[in-house]
Nanobody, 123 residues
Framework: QVQLVESGGGLVQAGGSLRLSCAAS????????MGWFRQAPGKEREFVAA????????AYKDSVKGRFTISRDNAKNTLYLQMNSLKPEDTSVYYC????????????????WGQGTQVTVSS
């Protein structure tokens, strides 16, 4: 089993930046693909970014390409999401998750989830 704890959310003005972290414990972090998802009130959970075990392969939702960067530090068992040029439509609860697949955009492929961290972008 893997335990995931997100941090780094908060309130930021449009155009600002935040860096989310996801600390993992339990089973070996480095063997898992990891992802970030988000869910706004009244909306379905959506894919944001994913990364394979080594960090050599990444995938992004089209609307965050060029603004968000996913990365991982396997020595620290930590996943990151650097978010730049934030927009009001990025406001959501952000979740990290792990998958036994190499990399996936599909939330159903993810087995362990964190509790989420709120990101609010004001206009």
């Amino acid at each position: 089993q893997v335990q995931l704890v997100e941090s780094g959310g908060g309130l930021v003005q449009a155009g600002g930046s935040l860096r989310l972290s996801c600390a993992a414990s339990g089973r070996t972090f480095s063997v898992y693909g990891m992802g970030w998802f988000r869910q706004a009130p009244g909306k379905e959970r959506e894919f944001v970014a994913a990364i394979n075990w080594s960090g050599g392969t990444t995938a992004y939702k089209d609307s965050v390409k060029g603004r968000f960067t996913i990365s991982r530090d396997n020595a620290k068992n930590t996943l990151y999401l650097q978010m730049n040029s934030l927009k009001p439509e990025d406001t959501s609860v952000y979740y990290c998750a792990s998958t036994s697949f190499a990399i996936s955009r599909y939330y159903g492929d993810y087995h362990y989830w964190g509790q989420g961290t709120q990101v609010t972008v004001s206009s």
